[in-house]
C-alpha cells in the first residue's frame, strides 16, 4: 500500500493505489479513496470511495462512502451513497447500499439490501 500521484486517468492526488502487480493481505483501514488494480485480501474500508479495476481480484468485505466495481469482488460490500457494478464486475456477496446500479453483463450473487444513507464508519 503506497501514496502515489496519479495521472488523470487512474486518480487524483493523494489517492491510494494498489498497483495491477500489487497484492495486498489484511485489514486495509484508510481516509481518502481507493483504487484497487491488483488483488487485495482481507478487509477494506475507508471514509471516502473505491473503486475496483476491470482486472483486480478482491477477497474482502468492503466499506466505503461509494464504491465502483468493474472486477471481481468475493465479499460483502457495505455502502452509505451509491454502489455501481460495471459491465465486467462480478460480486458474490451480499450488498447493504443507498443506491445501486447495475450494468448490463454484471454478476450479481447474494442479497441485497437498500439502506437510508446510513454513515460508514472506517
Do not use: P
Amino acid at each position: 500500500m503506497a501514496m502515489f500521484k496519479s495521472d488523470s486517468s487512474t486518480g487524483k492526488q493523494g489517492d491510494t493505489v494498489i498497483g495491477a502487480a500489487v497484492k495486498v493481505e489484511g485489514n486495509f483501514v484508510g481516509e481518502g479513496n481507493v483504487i484497487v488494480e491488483g488483488q487485495l485480501q482481507g478487509t477494506l474500508k475507508t471514509k471516502h470511495n473505491v473503486m475496483i479495476g476491470s482486472g483486480a481480484i478482491v477477497k474482502a468485505n468492503v466499506e466505503a462512502q461509494d464504491v465502483h466495481l468493474a472486477g471481481e469482488l468475493h465479499g460483502n460490500v457495505k455502502v452509505s451513497g451509491k454502489l455501481v457494478l460495471a459491465t465486467t464486475a462480478k460480486l458474490n456477496g451480499n450488498i447493504e447500499a443507498a443506491s445501486l446500479t447495475v450494468e448490463e453483463g454484471a454478476t450479481l450473487n447474494g442479497k441485497c439490501v437498500m439502506t437510508a444513507g446510513a454513515k460508514v464508519e472506517a
